[in-house]
Each structure stands twice: as structure tokens, then as C-alpha cells.
């Protein structure tokens, strides 16, 4: 006996379904609802942690954008809602701009080259779930990296970087002259760089 | 037995360099302003982004929308077709300039004969107003090839002696 399609249990799947079938047929405003549905959440869990800068995410998501107009029509309907392609047209985007910016950032193209060969089976359906684990992953990496070095270097990043605190308190929190705050965190940062540049030397 | 030193950099209470005195500057001026060019600047907004990711303005969301769907459909093939017609007639207006002066040519009156003819050119002057970022390369093939299509209108006529 088979199985009814997720779609058919599921409403809101349904629903998208029938959005994603008019947008292929050429109605703009079905895809426009489904790119405002899934937008944001691309943009906050999947490019903006990778590409690490909120230019390159916006003109990412608007090549995203582009790539899903373009190419709507090749989208396949099994069951498990558009988002999960979506992310990965989006991961493609992301991984072209790692590799033209090469610039060493948290991410590297080896890290979203193996995101996307795990993306066909790995995203969940539900965008959620999808997107709470990709910032769990992203924040993983960072709190790892920072196990990695001095403390002292781990805790400058935390409070100057992170918390985003004034320079001047970390200072005084630090115990240290701002001129020697300064030194501090450039040594952090340079050890961070260098800690997950060694944790993807691992990995490969 | 001899212990190795730890470079200056993984030690926090070793005295800085010149050198770094002048980075860490740099530094701190990129995190005060991210106008400032710095690498290691540029990283640590990285991090706190990968930590703690903001969401999308949404106006900005809005307007990108907006222009995804205006987007004409099929643009791969449209823009492989105006760059075909393009090239084509750019190398078209240009094949005259082979015969100029070529004694098997046909014979032009004497006037047409020596009627200057349209060479290859920069297409700058027949845009006026600044690129857009992103978007317009249709346009803009469409805007070279008709003015080019004139220039080989008006090559053939002066070769053969009708102007």
C-alpha cells in the first residue's frame, strides 16, 4: 500500500504546492508570496552567517532571486516543499561568492561545498527547523573556535566583538590600558582566523 | 631540553611591534567605522554575523521582491540571442573595411568611392546615464546592435555608390 504524498496530508504544503504550480505557469504574484514566505529566513540563517557581511547577503539573496526565476520551471515537486531547493540554489549562490571574494571569513568554500553535497537529503521540510539549525551551526563554529584559543584572546572577542561592548570598559574588564586592548584584540582575532582556518585543514 | 617560543602573536603579555601597533590602529578604527578598510576588521564582523545573524531589513526585502518578479523570463536565452545578433552585425559592419581600396571591388562612383566609411568604434557614447548595478545588459545589446545595424546599412550603400 503507498503512502498518501506529504502534500496531501499536510495543508500548508498543499497550499504551497498550488503556489509554486502557478508560479511556474508564469503568475508573478504566486512567486512573489512565496519568495516573501521563505526570504527572510534565507537570508538570516543561510547567507548572512556564511557570507559575513550584509551587502554580500542582500546582493546574494538578489542572485538567488534571479537563479529561481530563471529557472522555476526545472523545479520538480516531490513532497518536500520548495524551501529545501531553494536553500540550495541559495548555497550555490554563496559558495560562487566565496570563491570570487577568497577572503577568510567563518566560512570557507569548503565548508558550503559539503553543506550543499548534504542539502538534497539533510534540509528539513518544515523552514523552522531548517533555519534553527543552520544558526545553531554557524554559532558552533564560532563558540569552537574560540575554545581554541587563549582565553584571555576568546574573552576580548566575546566582550569587544560579540557584546559588542565599548572599548574603553573592555579595557578596564581586561585589566589592561586601551592601547594594550587594542594589541589584545588584534592578536585574538588573528588566532581565531587561524583556529578555523586549522579546523578546516581537519576536516578535509 | 629546549622548549620552543611561542610567536609574539599567541603570547597576550609579549610587547608588541611597530608593526602591530599600527594594525591594531587599524583595526580598531574598522571597528569603530566599517568604512575603514581592514581585513581583520572585515572578520570580526563576520563573526558576530555567523553568531548572532540580523534579520533582513524589510523594505529592503520588499524591493528585491518587487524586482525579482518584474524580472523578464527566460534571460539566458534572449541574452544569447541579442549577443548573436550583436556580434553578427558588428562583424558585418566591419567585413567593408576589408575591400576598402581592394582593386577586385566593384567599381564606385567617384564621389561614393571616396565617402568615408563607419569603422569599429567604442559604444560608450551611446550610453548617456550610469550603468545600473545590476540588471539592463538586455537594453543595452539591443541599444548597440540597432545603432550598429545603421553603420552597416550605410557601409554597403557607400560601396556601392549609392550615397
Same mark, same amino acid.
Given at each position: 500500500?503507498?503512502?498518501? =504524498?506529504?502534500? $496531501?496530508? $499536510?495543508?500548508?504544503?498543499? *497550499?504551497?504546492? =498550488? #503556489?509554486?504550480? *502557478?508560479?511556474?505557469?508564469g $503568475?508573478?504574484?504566486a512567486?512573489?508570496?512565496?519568495l516573501?514566505?521563505?526570504?527572510p ?16 547577503a ?13 529557472k522555476i $520551471?526545472?523545479?520538480? %515537486? ?5 524551501y529545501? %531547493?531553494?536553500? @540550495?540554489? =541559495? #548555497?550555490?549562490?554563496?559558495?560562487d ?10 566560512w570557507?568554500?569548503d /565548508?558550503?561545498?559539503?553543506e550543499? /553535497?548534504?542539502a538534497?537529503s539533510?534540509?528539513?521540510? /518544515?523552514?523552522? #527547523?531548517?533555519d534553527?539549525? /543552520?544558526?545553531?551551526?554557524s ?13 584571555r584572546?576568546?574573552e576580548?572577542?566575546? #566582550? ?8 574603553e ?7 589592561v590600558? @586601551?592601547?594594550?586592548?587594542d594589541?589584545?584584540?588584534?592578536r585574538a582575532? @588573528? ?5 578555523l ?8 | 631540553?629546549?622548549t ?5 602573536? +599567541? ?5 608588541? !611591534?611597530?608593526? &602591530?601597533?599600527?594594525a ?11 568604512r575603514?578598510?581592514d +581585513? ?8 558576530s554575523?555567523a553568531? &548572532?545573524?540580523?534579520?533582513i +531589513? ?11 518578479v518584474?524580472?523578464p ?19 558585418a559592419?566591419?567585413i ?6 581592394d582593386?577586385?571591388?566593384?567599381q ?5 568611392a !571616396?565617402a ?12 548617456s ?7 539592463g545588459?538586455? &537594453? ?10 545603421? +553603420?552597416?546599412? &550605410?557601409n ?8
Amino acid at each position: 500500500m503507498m503512502l498518501p =504524498a506529504l502534500a $496531501d496530508r $499536510d495543508p500548508t504544503l498543499e *497550499r504551497e504546492r =498550488a #503556489l509554486v504550480a *502557478r508560479a511556474q505557469a508564469g $503568475d508573478r504574484e504566486a512567486l512573489g508570496e512565496l519568495l516573501r514566505a521563505h526570504g527572510p529566513g534565507l537570508y538570516r540563517s543561510v547567507l548572512l552567517p556564511r557570507l559575513g557581511s550584509q551587502a554580500a547577503a542582500e546582493e546574494a539573496l538578489a542572485e538567488t532571486y534571479a537563479k529561481v526565476v530563471a529557472k522555476i $520551471d526545472r523545479f520538480s %515537486w516531490q513532497g518536500a516543499g520548495f524551501y529545501p %531547493w531553494l536553500r @540550495t540554489v =541559495a #548555497l550555490h549562490v554563496a559558495l560562487d561568492q566565496l570563491r570570487r571574494r577568497k577572503r577568510t571569513l567563518v566560512w570557507d568554500t569548503d /565548508d558550503v561545498a559539503r553543506e550543499l /553535497d548534504e542539502a538534497s537529503s539533510a534540509t528539513p521540510v /518544515d523552514q523552522q #527547523l531548517s533555519d534553527r539549525r /543552520d544558526r545553531e551551526a554557524s554559532r558552533r563554529k564560532v563558540d569552537d573556535g574560540l575554545a581554541r584559543i587563549n582565553p584571555r584572546y576568546a574573552e576580548a572577542i566575546r #566582550l569587544r566583538v560579540l557584546d559588542e561592548q565599548p572599548r574603553e570598559e573592555v579595557a578596564r574588564a581586561l585589566g589592561v590600558t @586601551t592601547a594594550t586592548f587594542d594589541v589584545l584584540l588584534h592578536r585574538a582575532l @588573528t588566532a581565531l582566523r587561524k583556529a578555523l582556518c586549522a579546523t578546516e585543514e581537519q576536516q578535509r | 631540553m629546549t622548549t620552543k617560543k611561542a610567536p609574539a602573536r +599567541d603570547d597576550p603579555d609579549t610587547p608588541p !611591534t611597530a608593526a &602591530e601597533v599600527a594594525a591594531a590602529s587599524l583595526l580598531r578604527r574598522s571597528l569603530d567605522d566599517p568604512r575603514v578598510a581592514d +581585513d581583520l576588521g572585515d572578520f570580526a564582523r563576520a563573526v558576530s554575523l555567523a553568531r &548572532e545573524p540580523r534579520p533582513i +531589513d524589510p523594505k529592503v526585502h520588499a524591493a528585491l521582491v518587487a524586482k525579482a518578479v518584474r524580472a523578464p523570463p527566460a534571460r539566458g536565452r534572449v541574452l544569447f540571442v541579442a549577443f548573436g545578433v550583436a556580434s553578427a552585425l558588428a562583424v558585418a559592419a566591419a567585413i567593408p573595411l576589408f575591400f576598402r581600396g581592394d582593386d577586385a571591388a566593384p567599381q564606385a562612383s567617384g564621389a561614393a568611392a !571616396t565617402a568615408p566609411l563607419w569603422a569599429p568604434r567604442s559604444s560608450q557614447p551611446l550610453f548617456s546615464e550610469p550603468f545600473a548595478r545590476q540588471g539592463g545588459h538586455v &537594453e543595452r545589446i539591443d541599444r548597440i546592435a540597432r545603432a550598429r545595424s545603421s +553603420d552597416l546599412r &550605410e557601409n554597403l550603400f557607400a560601396l556601392r555608390g549609392a550615397r
